[in-house]
């Protein structure tokens, strides 16, 4: 058995084990980024390490962030604020001398955009200030969306803490499968997405007095879908508020867009903030970032430190990296405490970052881009920048998405900075050169309708009835062909007939919060009576986090507790016998630990089940299990992703529509077997068109499940002679 060098640690599509080449991938990535360093300034102060056996990196001061107020002006010291009570706080934002004024802009006009800059208590401060007005009166909520789920949480904790109520009573916060309200909950934050979904409940959202659409600049899919619908809810709602809520970009289209709605500036209050580029291009931005946080522990003054990184992995490994060498230099420097932030960090961990630094220590929070305009970190002073963010592609044409670290566009580059000037004149290092700033960054980033495919939305907005998608007011029109995939897709589903109009399936796979193909699967497991076992299936692709995990020191034993799970068939079934096992220790943790499982990922998984458990009825699928009768399983998961398929050819992995070459995952369980014919969950892009989380299928199922898309031709085997013919059928025995 060759040994598996793969790391099991991964976050969203990232490629688990692939971090090593990705990183050489944004090497490359930086390589573009790679011309002389002009350095205008190059008479500026540089700033070199004087730490032993540590390689240095030199900045050269460039240019300023023009601040509101004056550098000598004393900072307000993050530990006296703290002191302060909560009511103080909140009257030092910036927003606050401009309550009254903003109120009475609200009472004015139905649509109002708010300006202002990251941290000055838009997102904490107006929901409570509607609520103080009335608002909620008679019953009435008010939404606050946020484009991340960690953000709904953290923003909610912070603001249940400062109205002095218990987190989920009066506020609470709503995200996917997650939903901590009650009835009594008038201050709803909730992600864009699950504000999309109370339209399928509730259209007009006449519960809603208010709604705000908040960190409207990060331009995500969902919300640029809720403009369009809350455009149109307004127009016979003369009562219902909107609040269109951003950082300083791009007000002006978003008032074009809500027919000239008046914009709201909240005047920032931001330090300036001194920008430091690389002198030349660095060739690991991860190493170059450890070198750096080092660099300015040892010789700036006291002041925290924010560093932007692409995901999960990478912060993790930087984190690690940092530790260890700060151990090693010991009492030689200062006390680093090194933060991480991202979106699948758990609840308790996160909330560390929000803790005070205790004095004569430093804190080095190691974030993704959530901590670019939704997060706001206390005594930030200093921003080390790579310049790279994690962005999601696809291409209409073959229906791939993928996942790759792409430089940031200027506008990020300028948020981030801004991040060191909230509570003192800051200083922001970029690991990149000033040219390459100037010359090959893209003004802003490209707005997520324009790169993603389209399924999920395009099923709700039938659903809503609105069946002119051509039409529909959007802010920036996706691609047409995008638009029109999606649609073929749909229909090939069977969620939509030949009229484009929805089925009876479909309004079914709407009620489901999950992608199509997964609707699909699991209305299919009613056919097959096996949805016990496609429920767990489902919970556990729908679980971002690695179930496994590899501790380096254990890495033999980790290997061989994964490889136990393995079943014929495939990684699905993997799945499941890993969750079936659990279920059967009780649910332990001690079990996990022992098996090298993931207990916080297997915990999310049982209630992610559980939820999808109480939406069958709604779907009307009945509970049944396959009684160890896996070919039943795999064909309900056949049944909704016959559209992901892939078969051997003499040149290995080809998809059967597409032609497309795609490789299996080193991870699958399936990676050395090679089946002839084969179903994926996901693609995803590293150093290649990697398949993730494959099945082993027979070709005839796909005309089983799918006649309507697959024709028997197409399905014909070029050289079934050459191959060994039943090696499908033997292990369908075995299973
Ligand atoms: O939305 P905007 O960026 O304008 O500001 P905000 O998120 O309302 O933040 C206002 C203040 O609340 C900031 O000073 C944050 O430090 C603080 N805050 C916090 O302490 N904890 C949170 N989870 C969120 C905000
Ligand atoms: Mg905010």
């Not at 709904?152 to 009573?169: I, P």
């Not at 006449?206 to 899919?221: C, I, K, P």
């Not at 230099?329 to 205790?358: C, H």
Request: aromatic content about 8%.
């Amino acid at each position: 058995q060759p040994a598996r060098a793969m790391d099991l640690v991964e976050e969203e599509s990232g490629a688990p084990g692939e971090e090593q080449r990705r990183w050489e991938e944004a090497r490359l990535g930086a390589a573009s980024l790679k011309f002389g360093a002009r350095d205008a300034a190059s008479q500026e102060p540089k700033y070199q390490l004087v730490l032993e056996e540590e390689e240095t990196i030199e900045f050269v001061r460039a240019t300023q962030l023009q601040g509101d107020e004056e550098p000598s002006a004393p900072a307000s010291s993050t530990q006296a604020q703290q002191k302060e009570s909560i009511q103080a706080v909140r009257r030092s934002l910036p927003v606050f001398p401009f309550r009254e004024e903003l109120l009475a802009a609200i009472a004015n006009h139905q649509v109002l955009i708010i300006e202002g800059e990251t941290g000055s208590g838009k997102t904490t401060q107006i929901p409570q200030y509607l609520f103080e007005e009335g608002y909620t009166r008679k019953g009435m909520k008010i939404a606050c969306t946020q484009p991340r789920r960690v953000a709904a949480m953290s923003v909610a904790a912070r603001v249940a803490r400062e109205m002095g109520v218990k987190l989920g009573n009066e506020v609470g916060y709503s995200i996917r499968f997650e939903d901590c309200t009650s009835e009594r909950t008038v201050l709803r934050y909730m992600t864009d997405g699950m504000l999309l979904r109370e339209f399928l409940s509730e259209p007009d959202l006449a519960s809603y007095s208010v709604v705000m659409v908040d960190e409207a600049h990060e331009r995500t899919l969902h919300t640029d879908i809720l403009f369009g619908l809350i455009k149109d809810v307004a127009r016979f709602r003369p009562e219902l508020k909107v609040l269109v809520a951003s950082a300083t970009l791009d007000t002006a289209r978003f008032s074009t867009f809500f027919d000239d709605a008046p914009v709201f500036r909240i005047p920032g209050r931001r330090f300036p903030v001194d920008i430091f580029y690389t002198k030349a291009p660095e060739a690991d931005y991860l190493e170059a970032c450890v070198v750096s946080v080092l660099q300015i522990h040892v010789t700036q003054p006291p002041g925290d430190i924010l560093v932007f990184l692409t995901g999960q992995e990478e912060i993790e490994a930087a984190c690690e990296m940092l530790q260890d060498r700060c151990r090693r230099l010991g009492s030689k420097i200062r006390e680093l405490l090194v933060l991480p932030i991202y979106a699948n960090l758990p609840s308790d961990m996160q909330a560390r970052i929000f803790q005070p630094t205790p004095p004569g220590a430093r804190k080095v929070v190691v974030a993704t881009n959530i901590a670019e305009t939704s997060l706001t970190i206390e005594g930030i002073i200093y921003v080390l920048d790579p310049g790279f963010c994690k962005q999601k592609s696809y291409n209409p044409r073959t229906g791939m998405e993928s996942l790759t670290v792409t430089p940031c566009s200027k506008a990020s580059a300028n948020q981030r900075a801004g991040r060191a000037g909230r509570v003192a004149a800051g200083k922001c290092f970029r690991l990149y050169t000033a040219w390459a700033y100037q010359h090959e960054l893209e003004e802003t980033t490209v707005p997520e309708i324009q790169r993603t495919s389209l399924g999920n939305v395009v099923l709700l907005l039938k659903s809503l009835g609105i069946h002119d998608l051509m039409h529909f007011d959007f802010l920036d029109p996706p691609p047409y062909e995008t638009l029109l995939l999606a649609l073929e897709q749909l229909y090939a589903l069977g969620a939509l007939n030949h009229l484009g109009e929805l089925t009876t399936s479909g309004r079914k796979m709407a009620e489901l919060p999950v992608d199509p193909m997964l609707s699909k699967m699991i209305l299919a497991s009613e056919k097959y009576s096996c949805s016990e076992e496609i429920l767990t299936v489902a919970a556990m692709l729908s679980v971002n986090n690695s179930i496994f995990y590899r501790p380096k020191d254990k890495v033999v034993h980790a290997d061989n507790a994964r490889v136990n799970f393995f079943l014929p068939g495939g990684d699905h079934l993997v799945l499941l016998n890993v969750y079936t096992q659990w279920a059967e220790s009780g649910y332990s943790s001690q079990w996990c630990y022992e098996n090298f499982v993931q207990f916080r990922s297997m915990r999310r998984a049982r209630d992610v089940r559980e939820q999808l458990e109480g939406l069958l009825e709604r779907v009307e699928v009945g509970l049944s299990s396959c009684q160890g009768d896996y070919i039943r399983v795999r064909k309900a998961i056949t049944a909704g992703y016959f559209y992901h398929t892939a078969r051997l050819t003499r040149s290995g992995y080809r998809t059967v529509k597409q032609q497309q070459t795609v490789f299996i995952h080193p991870n699958s369980s399936l990676f050395e077997q090679q089946p002839r014919w084969l179903l994926y969950h996901e693609l995803v892009l590293t150093t290649k068109e990697f398949m993730r989380q494959v099945l082993e299928i027979e070709s005839s199922w796909l005309l089983e499940v799918a006649p309507h898309y697959y024709k028997a031709k197409e399905l014909e085997d070029p050289h079934s002679k050459k191959m060994p013919k039943k090696i499908g059928k033997t292990r369908e025995e075995l299973g």
